[in-house]
């Protein structure tokens, strides 16, 4: 009898697999926009740099005028001590957020809210910067980091500058050890063995010798031991344009 497969054993829950959430104690998010935000602004100074094992970027703690502390992303070059600004009216200077329709085109910015008041949704990995492109009646349209343009409604704000921590995947591992520790931060599967690897009673994939002999697609329908690979795939291998058929046809 076979052993249980690794995606079996990991939708059971256990705290092997699970996200270690006790971690994660900052919750990164704007304010609310309250009317103090929707008449003027509100300042705030940087207290601390943190570091967070959920987030990839540096976090900044935020001091605002009326005692409220809230965490944000940090953009790089910013410091403790510096200042910035939150609301409608205020200046756009580095870190400081205000609503899309209140920044200038051209600007770098992150952390850009899709709807007004969710906190911030799209770009929020390190090193990630978007650009305002233009204003028009439909909203404003933001050129995001994967070069896909995106139009937003001009009430949702965004944070001004780089996010921090931008050449961190450059930087090599040099040794498996330090791997090992950059996945147990986040409580990752790794390292992750391929199923043709393994052992017959490991994965319906395992036991082979030249890997080859059986297929990757299985039925919806299969039993949960056999469930890996192409699920229910209506093709598989290289796609073949119209031409080549029509001259596989005429053959």
Known sequence: MGKRLI????????????APSHKYVYKVAYRSFDAKEKRSRIIGEVVELLRHPLHSAILMKVLFENNEVRVYFAPEGIKIGDRIEEGINASPTLGSVLPLSSIPE??????IELRPG???KLVRSSGGIAYIRSKDED???????SKR????NPKCRAQLGCLSMGGREELPLMKAGVAYYKMRARNKLWPK????AMNAVDH???GKQHHSGRGTAVARNAP???KVGHIAARTTGRKTSLKQRLKEKKR
């Open 224 to 226: 949960a031991g056999q």
């Open 204 to 206: 319906p994939f395992g």
């Open 139 to 145: 909203g404003v349209h933001v050129r995001l980091p």
């Open 193 to 196: 063995v391929r199923g043709v």
């Open 7 to 18: 995606s079996q054993r990991r939708g059971r829950g256990s705290p092997r697999y699970i």
């Open 149 to 152: 343009t995106v139009t937003i």
């Open 118 to 120: 969710d906190g911030g």
């Open 106 to 111: 051209g600007a770098p910015v992150f952390n």
